[in-house]
C-alpha cells in the first residue's frame, strides 16, 4: 500500500505560479512512478491527464495543454513528488491528483495507477 497526500492549492490569479506537492507514505516510493492528474469542475469533466514523472526521475510527459508551462520532478529522498505550475490559467483550475503505479510506461494512462491521493483545489482567477 502506497499513501499519498496532496498540499500546495489555492486561489492565485491568473499569470501566478503554484507548487503542489504529494508526500508518500508505505511502501518504497522509489519503486513507483508518479502522476498528476486533473479534473475541472463543470459537470461532465472527466480526469485527465497532466504530467508524470518515471521512479528514477530520468524521464518526464506531459500533456500537451500544460508543456512548458508545468514541471514535475520528485525527491525520492523525501518521498515527495512536486507539480510546479507556472503562467497559470483560469482553465487550470480542477482538484488536482497524484497517482503512483508500478512501472515506467504508459504514464498518461490513468487506470494504470492503483494508488491515488485525496486531491487538492487549484482556482486561477482572471
Known amino acids: 500500500q502506497v499513501q499519498l497526500v496532496e498540499s500546495g492549492g489555492g486561489l492565485v490569479q491568473a499569470g501566478d505560479s503554484l507548487r503542489l506537492s504529494c508526500a508518500a507514505s508505505?511502501?518504497?516510493?522509489?519503486?513507483?512512478?508518479m502522476g498528476w492528474f486533473r479534473q475541472a469542475p463543470a459537470p461532465g469533466e472527466e480526469r485527465e491527464f497532466v504530467?508524470?514523472?518515471?521512479?528514477?526521475?530520468?524521464?518526464?510527459v506531459y500533456a500537451s495543454s500544460v508543456k512548458d508551462r508545468f514541471t514535475i520532478s520528485r525527491d525520492n529522498a523525501k518521498n515527495t513528488v512536486y507539480l510546479h505550475m507556472s503562467g497559470l490559467k483560469p482553465e487550470d483550475t480542477a482538484v488536482y491528483y497524484c497517482?503512483?503505479?508500478?512501472?515506467?510506461?504508459?504514464?498518461?494512462?490513468?487506470?494504470?495507477?492503483?494508488?491515488w491521493g485525496q486531491g487538492t483545489q487549484v482556482t486561477v482567477s482572471s
Open positions: 508505505g511502501r518504497t516510493f522509489s519503486l513507483y512512478a
Open positions: 504530467a508524470g514523472i518515471t521512479s528514477t526521475g530520468g524521464s518526464t
Open positions: 497517482a503512483a503505479r508500478s512501472g515506467n510506461f504508459n504514464l498518461r494512462v490513468d487506470r494504470e495507477y492503483a494508488y
